[in-house]
């Protein structure tokens, strides 16, 4: 048995912030300890953002990276609400 979270599709606009740079980004699979992020380059391995949701903030930390993908690892986990709140929702990049 895995002791890995769930993970649901998702399709939600957030916006990386490290110090005065800003990334947008799409997650794209969401669980309560992290998300996968597509359409995003210049990160690595190891780095720390704060992630900007239309309902808060939160600290992660990337934990792998491929092409214009990252994995990602939440500082605290995503409360149910605000994993529900992110797979109900639809939002389309530009």
Not at 55 to 76: C, L, N, P, S
Request: charged share 20%; with cysteine; proline share 4%.
């Amino acid at each position: 048995m895995s002791g890995r979270a769930p993970r649901f599709p998702a399709n939600f606009d957030v916006m990386l912030r490290k110090g005065p740079e800003i990334f947008p980004s799409t997650i794209c699979n969401i669980s309560v300890g992290g998300a996968c992020l597509v359409g995003i380059d210049k990160v690595e391995k190891g780095q720390q953002f704060t992630i900007d949701y239309s309902f808060g903030q939160t600290r992660a930390t990337v934990t792998w990276t491929t092409g214009k993908m990252a994995g990602i690892r939440f500082e605290d986990q995503l409360s149910d609400s605000g994993l529900q709140f992110i797979r109900a929702s639809q939002s389309y990049a530009s």
